[in-house]
């Protein structure tokens, strides 16, 4: 499953939790779901992240960010 908006692929660990509110919110049992067929809407997962969570996804974004930035000067100091 690929995020909308976010990009990127969805890893397993954010299928489960999607799933599970999926079945809090239609009041059905976790397993009736079948995860190959879900569709991702936006960014639901998100709604339900802690304020850690958030803040270690934000940190973990912009550390990517930085090394990516570093890559890309190496790689005009370098041509």
């Given at each position: 499953m690929?995020?909308?908006?976010?990009?990127?692929?969805?890893?397993?660990?954010?299928?489960?939790?999607?799933?599970?509110?999926?079945?809090?919110?239609?009041?059905?049992?976790?397993?009736?779901?079948?995860?190959?067929?879900?569709?991702?809407?936006?960014?639901?997962?998100?709604?339900?992240?802690?304020?850690?969570?958030?803040?270690?996804?934000?940190?973990?974004?912009?550390?990517?960010?930085?090394s990516?930035?570093?890559?890309?000067?190496?790689?005009?100091?370098?041509?």
């Amino acid at each position: 499953m690929y995020k909308s908006l976010g990009g990127g692929w969805i890893s397993s660990q954010e299928i489960d939790k999607y799933v599970q509110q999926l079945a809090d919110e239609q009041v059905v049992d976790v397993s009736t779901i079948d995860k190959n067929d879900l569709f991702y809407n936006g960014q639901i997962v998100d709604l339900y992240l802690t304020k850690e969570e958030k803040q270690a996804k934000k940190e973990k974004k912009k550390a990517q960010r930085r090394s990516e930035k570093k890559q890309r000067k190496n790689a005009r100091k370098n041509n």
